[in-house]
């Protein structure tokens, strides 16, 4: 681990899952920057803006959906879980580490999820450093 | 369509590994509709190319350009200026583009960044299934629109070979036997007599196998 590493976080998220970066209540915020993209749906999420995340200096980034059969397009989410798997795959290949790269389900308001997740985030951030390509 | 795969990351990064500045120039046609070489296809190799060249520590500026067409001059016109401002060409055309491109810019190194597979159809969404051997000589017609050359693994011409199982080919167990489905698509027709058609033994000379081909549309010549 990184000492003083203090992870830039991007965050995609659709507004089904919860309106507003603001209505999460983040434990130990001071552990990590973030910034927020919020999508109409989950399924917005393309291959190339996860990228360019990474391109932009995000250490991780994570992109939290509906839980599955909860969609409101039916399909986005698992098309946001799909494509995730996809960059992820590709960030191996590349030598960045697909475990910067986060998909969680996540319910309206479920709050504890969110702060389990991250936490969850954090660990895995600290595990694989720094973004290399920054 | 042609259908096309994007090579590996790492075969492209060595690829490019010569230069400093790259276009990377994609075709909107055939491999935008298989994924491999469309204008979001070659954002998403820009995107990862910059990061892995940086990851590395290498120098390199990647410039994105898609025209609607690589395999004829009227559009990679397009592509001309941005050409002009790189030290090479990273295509993600079929062959047929890659080469159209090297045509018109005969001092510029041009790349394949595909590896073009097949001419094939959406089987459906995200699946593509080859159907055409391009073999110069189609016989559609009496086999009731279902190609053996290319979809039968013995490329038999007339009639099963009579190893298939419910309708599976007994060569792949996934691949529906090509007799199958022309059996049954007759039936469908009301064409069964087509199987007392006597086929000969196909001549290859109108396939790659005479070499290279030519069509001339004299009428279309100036």
Redesign the interface.
């Known amino acids: 681990m990184t000492e003083n590493f203090k992870p830039k976080i991007t965050l995609f998220h659709c507004i089904n899952a919860f309106g507003d970066a603001d209505e999460l209540a983040l434990n130990d915020k001071d552990a990590f920057e973030i910034q927020t993209v919020k999508m109409a749906c989950s399924s917005m999420v393309?291959?190339?803006f996860l990228?360019?995340a990474?391109?932009a200096g995000a250490d991780g980034v994570i992109v939290m959906v509906c839980p599955e059969g909860q969609c409101r397009y039916i399909e986005g989410n698992i098309r946001a879980k799909k494509r995730v798997a996809w960059v992820q795959n590709?960030l191996d290949?590349?030598?960045?580490d697909g475990r910067r790269l986060f998909l969680n389900n996540m319910a309206s308001g479920d709050n504890a999820a969110v702060n389990q997740a991250m936490d969850n985030v954090l660990k895995n951030l600290a595990e694989v450093g720094p973004n290399?390509?920054? | 369509m042609i259908v096309g795969e994007q090579k590996s990351i790492a075969e492209i990064k060595a690829i490019i590994a010569p230069y400093k500045k790259i276009l990377i120039m994609g075709c909107g046609t055939c491999v935008k509709t298989c994924f491999a070489g469309g204008e979001d296809e070659v954002a998403v190799l820009a995107s990862a190319l910059r990061l892995a060249c940086k990851k590395d520590g290498k120098d390199i500026e990647i410039e994105e350009f898609t025209v609607e067409r690589q395999c004829e001059n009227e559009f990679i016109q397009e592509g001309a200026p941005a050409i002009a401002r790189n030290e090479g060409v990273l295509s993600l055309a079929c062959g047929a583009g890659v080469q159209a491109v090297a045509r018109r810019f005969a001092n510029t190194p041009v790349l394949p960044g595909v590896n073009t597979t097949f001419i094939g159809v959406l089987e459906k969404q995200g699946v593509f299934t080859e159907e055409c051997s391009g073999c110069g000589n189609c016989g559609l017609a009496v086999f009731g629109g279902i190609c053996p050359v290319t979809r039968c693994a013995k490329k038999l011409l007339n009639g099963p070979c009579g190893g298939s199982q419910n309708g599976k080919c007994e060569v792949n167990p996934e691949t529906d036997c090509a007799w199958q489905l022309i059996i049954d698509r007759l039936k469908t027709l009301g064409q069964m007599d087509n199987l007392r058609i006597y086929v000969a033994p196909k001549n290859w000379q109108t396939s790659l196998s005479g070499g290279p081909r030519k069509m001339v549309r004299e009428d279309h010549m100036i």
């Open positions: 393309k291959d190339v990228l360019r990474f391109e590709l290949e590349i030598g960045l290399p390509a920054v």
